[in-house]
């Protein structure tokens, strides 16, 4: 069974930082899609960053050059580094990962709230 937990969410002023965790288990880190996105109030959920089943690392042009996603195999987590953060980057964070089909998984989410 796979399950997302994230951890790490709360307030902060503009300019600040913080590290969201993701704790994933039921699913092998090495062959897996996975990211994180987030949805704030009012509006759709949106990409914010990808670490491809090759290995591969993108991001979001809003977020590119803030924020660094990573994964520890041995750990099975996967984290996302914000920093600079801006009022605009206040949402729920979500993080996700593909199971061996392909399919979507998703954690409850984690409030980031960024304050001007």
């Known amino acids: 069974q796979v399950q997302l937990v994230e951890s790490g969410g709360g307030l902060v002023q503009a300019g600040g930082s913080l590290t969201l965790s993701c704790a994933i288990s039921?699913?092998?880190?090495?062959?897996?899609?996975m990211g994180w996105y987030r949805q704030a109030p009012g509006r759709q959920r949106e990409w914010v960053a990808t670490?491809?089943?090759?290995?591969?690392?993108v991001y979001a042009d809003s977020v590119k050059g803030r924020f660094t996603i990573s994964n520890d195999n041995l750990k099975n987590t996967m984290s996302l580094q914000m920093n600079s953060l801006k009022p605009e980057d206040t949402a729920v964070y979500y993080c996700?990962?593909?199971?061996?089909?392909?399919?979507?998984?998703w954690g409850q989410g984690t409030q980031v709230t960024v304050s001007s």
């Open positions: 996700e990962a593909d199971d061996n089909l392909g399919n979507d998984h």
């Open positions: 039921g699913i092998m880190f090495s062959r897996n899609a």
């Open positions: 670490i491809t089943t090759g290995g591969s690392i």
